[in-house]
Nanobody, 118 residues
Framework: QVQLVESGGGLVQPGGSRRLSCAAS????????MGWYRQAPGKQRELVAA???????KYADSVKGRFTISRDNAKNTVYLQMNSLKPEDTAVYYC????????????WGQGTQVTVSS
């Protein structure tokens, strides 16, 4: 089993920035992809960004140029730097891992709420 603990959510004004962190523990394999998904009320959970152990990345079109995913392999931690936030970015953000390809893995964090509002 892999445990994921997220942090960094909260209330932010439109145009502001926020950084999410997710630390993995347990039976985590360094070759796992790591990713961030989000789910807004009434909508399906969607991929925001993902990253391989080698640093290759993938982004949803809606966040390209505004969000940056990174990871620290020594700490088994993935980050999501979110800039120029918009109200439509409001959602619960979930960390995901456990896959060795771009598909979502079986392990999820508890989720952290990000609310973009003035």
């Amino acid at each position: 089993q892999v445990q994921l603990v997220e942090s960094g959510g909260g209330l932010v004004q439109p145009g502001g920035s926020r950084r999410l962190s997710c630390a993995a523990s347990g039976s985590f394999f360094s070759g796992y992809f790591m990713g961030w998904y989000r789910q807004a009320p009434g909508k399906q959970r969607e991929l925001v960004a993902a990253i391989t152990s080698g640093g290759s990345t993938k982004y949803a079109d809606s966040v390209k140029g505004r969000f940056t995913i990174s990871r620290d392999n020594a700490k088994n931690t993935v980050y999501l730097q979110m800039n120029s936030l918009k109200p439509e970015d409001t959602a619960v953000y979930y960390c995901n891992t456990g896959s060795t390809n771009w598909s979502r893995g079986p392990y999820w964090g508890q989720g952290t709420q990000v609310t973009v509002s003035s």
